[in-house]
């Protein structure tokens, strides 16, 4: 039987923000893959570069700062930086959506919300339907994601942030996408309508087979959403695998294990949280060998130096020196 390829490739992806004061590195060599019908979630802390690997992805980098430097951005085994911008926008919105991070800034205000859903469907109207044909689903969108279909004649300021979000998701999943790019989706809502919204992504997966990739620093939305994860520090993914090796597994990157020291326990009655030591690093400055050696307790003279040591065990991947056999054995001994 031939070998099933994934729907979404990343080769070796580096992207940097170029300015007149600065070379900002991004995103630095990451690679990943999504089958269809799977979730990843991308974790980590704000600038380590998560929203820009889902704007290459599409390519809506900035025209002026934004350059790939090197990788593949492989979608059905097709390279996406290969394509005209024609073939682009075809993929935008009708294989590949993306749900932005603010719903608030996210619509027009000068359109209502029933016209920003059905502009999607008009511009890849490749069938042929007619209007009446594309109000109908403009309806049946608006069913689906938990708003009645009389208020598309409403504006955004109408309309409660939660209730924006479900707007935006509508307009993202208009021609039923492959995949659906989902950032920081739940980040400007409260904890109630946080959990609708997610447990509305649950159920269009679920029914329309929508593959996703949820970019958050909210591990128990990860927890609650996703098959795979890859927790990315100063553009690099520092830890992957299933959800099973992040959350149950024996070894951990100390990024990883810092981040789930970050989140509040209420079994137990502690006056603070536990965050991690330090800041980011400048990306337009990083440091040498390993970028989290700066904030790392277990950092070693070697971690300074070179690149770290990538650990293998069945799809869990940890970059780190830690887990280098010498390391190891010089402890034991």
Do not use: W
């Not at 080769?11 to 990451?30: F, K, M, P, R, S």
């Not at 904890?191 to 128990?220: C, F, N, P, R, Y």
């Not at 030591?277 to 989290?292: H, I, S, V």
Request: net charge negative.
């Amino acid at each position: 039987m031939e070998e099933k390829k994934p729907l979404l490739e990343i080769e070796n992806l580096e992207v940097v923000y170029q300015t007149d004061e600065a070379t900002v590195h991004a995103v630095n060599g990451i690679s990943f893959s999504l089958n269809e019908k799977e979730t990843i979630g991308l974790v980590g802390e704000t600038g380590a570069g998560k929203t820009t690997t889902a704007l290459t992805i599409l390519r809506l980098l900035p025209e002026r700062t934004g350059r790939v430097l090197g990788g593949k951005i492989l979608f059905h085994g097709e390279n996406l930086f290969e394509k005209t911008i024609p073939e682009m926008r075809h993929v935008r919105g009708a294989e590949i959506s993306i749900i932005f991070q603010d719903p608030m800034t996210a619509l027009n205000p000068a359109l209502t919300v029933g016209d920003q859903v059905l502009e999607s469907l008009e511009i890849h109207n490749t069938a042929g339907k007619s209007k009446e044909e594309l109000n109908a689903r403009v309806d049946e969108l608006f069913n689906l994601v938990g708003i009645p279909a009389e208020r598309k004649k409403e504006y955004p300021h109408q309309f409660s942030g939660g209730m924006k979000q479900r707007i935006v998701i509508a307009i993202a999943l208009a021609c039923a996408p492959q995949l659906l790019i989902a950032d920081e989706p739940t980040t400007a809502l409260d904890v109630t309508i946080q959990a609708q919204v997610l447990k509305l992504m649950e159920t269009l997966k679920s029914e329309l087979g929508t593959s996703m990739i949820i970019i958050t620093h909210d591990l128990g939305v990860v927890a609650e959403t996703c098959d795979k994860v890859a927790v990315m520090y100063a553009g690099e993914i520092v830890e992957a695998g299933t959800a099973e090796d992040i959350f149950n597994g024996a070894v951990h990157h100390p990024y990883t294990v810092g981040l789930f020291n970050a989140i509040p326990n209420l079994d137990e009655k502690t006056e603070r949280l536990n965050p991690i030591d330090g800041l980011m690093p400048d990306p337009a400055n990083l440091p040498e060998g390993c970028k989290f050696g700066p904030r790392c307790p277990h950092c070693m003279e070697e971690c300074r130096q070179g690149a770290p040591y990538l650990y293998k065990e069945n799809e869990h991947r940890i970059l780190c020196n830690l887990y280098r056999k010498e390391v190891n054995d010089e402890k034991l001994g």
